[in-house]
């Protein structure tokens, strides 16, 4: 799908720069798939990858998928369009979600396809996919 | 104390404050020079005294300045990294080059001219299809495309688990703006005026939950410098020294980006990232919270206000919203008074200098709303990605 909101305006702005280490990442959201960097060594998740693992050092990092099922740890209503071309995009919300079974990253994006005013934080979403064009897929949320 | 101060501010100065954009055709080196040239003149030295200069968030062109004005030998120059976090730590950053030999008068700065396409709103937008950009990296991939573009929105998002954690209302965010105002109207400096009540306050427009246009900073041109040299240099200069007491900058490698990619650890997402700067400041300067008399706390957005009154002890954390609403940071009133000046909401916003500037005029004694005896100034950089920073600046050494 590509979502409402992209086709307002905001899918203008999801022009990515891949490197080595987020490439996996963003192949797999092109797949409807989320992958999470973790430490083979100890464990530990985090974004963004960035090929280390800031718990024990390791350079050892694996994806491991996730459900898309999360938590909003915090969120913001976007009411005012900061630049001209999200006059039309405006109000959008932008959360930051705990993701189950990834603990200690966290994921910002979009929930989408609700009233604004029914995200609260501890509100459950699970992820959608929002395929901008031929090659950027922007994971995004609705509310579970 | 536990050491005795071996640097000071001896000089400030500033140009007029504008509105976003109306400085123009001044350019921002001639507003940045002025601003030199004034601070020597308050205190007492030509600018061709001038030998060092020390920035932040991102720095200025020496080669450009020393050429402009003449100087006659650049001993120092060097800048923080990171963006307005760093503002206390310039003045720092030049004492340690003055402790070290370096040089002997050095020049911190900032100079501001927001013209339509230098707005720092925007300043996470991604080129994409509109007419705005910002070199972008692959870290700005898990933010961007979800519209998370400018620090206010980046803001919101901390103080709505603030309210979430602590049951904070937008009352406390209200009395920071009010109080704020209350404090410029009688600046003849100040860009705003008029007084906010709490009925003006709750009918502003919403920005980004929980934020309104009244918790926001104002977007300004002008610019603010300020020369530090030696404690002893400084007593035999124009103006009373304003004594470096401690300067301190940094913060928790995980607190990193910060709200630029909210990775920060669940103990300190809801913070002004202050705390592990505050702590050595205090140490070094071996004084605690109760011994600071006025509090210049870079106020961007209103809630980092108030995570920075808990960050820096003046309560305990959590707790701020009680604090500010039950009158503490009042002038005149309260048991710390919060920027003395009206700071970037109601005086003007020059990234973190006019703090310094009314930290010095305060221990000098010669602020517009002066706290009485004040022995004790503390000025900070923004809650920003690494490094914040803090500056306490003392009348008697």
């Known amino acids: 799908m590509r979502s409402e909101l992209a086709q307002s305006g905001l899918g203008d702005f999801a022009v990515l720069n891949v490197d080595t280490f987020t490439k996996p990442f963003w192949d797999a959201a092109r797949e409807h798939r989320l992958v999470i960097p973790q430490c083979d060594d100890c464990g530990t998740f985090h974004l963004p990858p960035s090929g280390f693992c800031y718990e024990c050092d390791g350079e050892s990092i694996s994806m491991t998928e996730v459900s898309g099922a999360g938590e909003v740890y915090s969120f913001t209503i976007v009411r005012h369009p900061v630049v001209p071309a999200l006059v039309p995009v405006v109000p959008y919300v932008i959360a930051v979600v705990d993701l189950d079974g990834a603990p200690g990253a966290r994921l910002v994006g979009n929930v989408i396809d609700c009233e604004p005013e029914a995200v609260r934080i501890g509100s459950k979403v699970s992820v959608v996919y929002d395929d901008i064009d031929d090659e950027v897929t922007i994971p995004r949320f609705v509310l579970a | ?397």
């Open chain 2, 1 to 397: 104390m536990t050491r005795t101060p071996t640097t000071a501010i001896a000089g400030i100065g500033r140009t007029p404050y504008f509105k976003r954009g109306a400085s123009v055709p001044r350019t921002k080196l001639q507003m940045a020079c002025q601003a030199i040239k004034a601070a020597c003149e308050d205190a007492g030295i030509s600018v061709k005294d001038i030998d060092g200069f020390a920035y932040y968030s991102g720095g200025f062109d020496t080669a450009r300045i020393a050429q402009m004005l003449g100087i006659p030998e650049v001993t120092f120059t060097a800048s923080l990294t990171g963006g307005g976090g760093g503002a206390s730590a310039a003045v720092g950053l030049g004492a340690m080059a003055i402790d070290a030999g370096q040089a002997t008068h050095v020049v911190s700065l900032m100079t501001l001219q927001q013209t339509p396409d230098a707005r720092l709103g925007a300043a996470f937008a991604t080129k994409g299809k509109s007419a705005y950009s910002a070199p972008s990296e692959s870290h700005v991939d898990f933010v961007a495309p979800s519209g998370l573009f400018s620090p206010g929105q980046m803001m919101s998002v901390l103080a709505m688990r603030h309210m979430h954690l602590y049951g904070t209302r937008r009352e406390a965010f209200a009395e920071i703006a009010i109080s704020q105002r209350e404090n410029a109207i009688k600046r003849p400096t100040s860009r705003f005026t008029e007084p906010i009540t709490l009925e003006d306050y709750f009918n502003a427009r919403m920005i980004s939950d929980p934020l309104c246009l009244f918790d926001y900073t104002q977007e300004n041109d002008g610019a603010v410098a300020v020369i530090t040299t030696s404690a002893e240099r400084a007593r035999d200069l124009r103006k009373p020294p304003a004594y470096v007491l401690a300067s301190a900058h940094g913060g928790k490698g995980r607190w990193g980006l910060a709200y630029q990619q909210m990775q920060m650890p669940d103990e300190y997402f809801t913070s002004s990232g202050h705390r592990p700067v505050a702590k050595r400041l205090y140490e070094q300067a071996g004084i605690t919270p109760a011994d600071v008399d006025v509090a210049l706390l870079y106020d961007h957005f209103s809630p980092m206000v108030l995570m920075q009154i808990e960050d820096y002890g003046f309560c305990e954390i959590g707790e701020g919203g009680a604090f500010v609403e039950a009158g503490n940071i009042r002038y005149g009133t309260g048991t710390i008074p919060v920027n003395t000046h009206g700071g970037n909401l109601s005086e003007a916003y020059i990234i973190g200098m006019t703090h310094v500037y009314e930290a010095v005029e305060q221990v000098r004694g010669e602020a517009v709303n002066q706290v009485e005896d004040a022995e004790i100034a503390l000025a900070t950089g923004g809650p920003a990605s690494i490094p914040t920073s803090g500056l306490l600046l003392g009348r008697s050494a």
